[in-house]
C-alpha cells in the first residue's frame, strides 16, 4: 500500500523540480527505515543526463521545500538521484550508446512467430538491426522487432 503522502510528496517534489530545470521521474518513501528515506528521482527538463552536482544543486532547494511544507513532521533522509539507464533500447542515442553491447532481441518472423536472439548490438539503420553473433553480423527487419533490450554476456 502507497504511502499516504505519497502523492503531495510528488507534487511538491515535481514544482520544485520544474522551478530548479528538472523534471520529476519519481518519488518514493521508505518509510520502515529509521530515519525514513525520501528518494527523489530527476532528470534534466531537455532531457539531458544528470550529474551528480544536479543532484547537489537540487537537493537544498527540495530540502527548503519539504521543511517548509511541513509534510514531513519526523526526520527524514533525503536522496535526490537520477533514473538510471533502462535496460530496454528504444531510442536512437540508446542505439548509438551501446554499439557493442549484449543485446537480447524478440522479434517476430513473417510467419507471425515470436523469437528470442542474443549477441552484441553491431548497428541499427532505419530499416535493420544487425546483430554480431560470434562474429557474424545477423540482421533483422526492424518492422519486426518486438523489444530490444541490454543483457548479461554469455560465456
Known sequence: MPHPLLPDLETLA???AEKNGFELCGVSIHAHLNPMTLQVQIRQA???DVSLDDCA???GPMGEALDSSTLLKEAYVLEISSPGIDDHLS???DFETFKGFPIEVLFRDQQGS???QTG???EKTKEHLHINIKG???RLRF??????QLCSPST
Open 136 to 138: 557474424r553480423i545477423n
Open 120 to 122: 552484441l548490438l553491431h
Open 57 to 59: 544543486s537540487f537537493s
Open 91 to 93: 531510442s536512437e542515442r
Open 46 to 48: 531537455g532531457g539531458g
Open 14 to 16: 515535481a514544482s520544485t
Open 143 to 148: 518492422d519486426e522487432v518486438i523489444s530490444v
Open 114 to 116: 515470436e523469437h528470442h
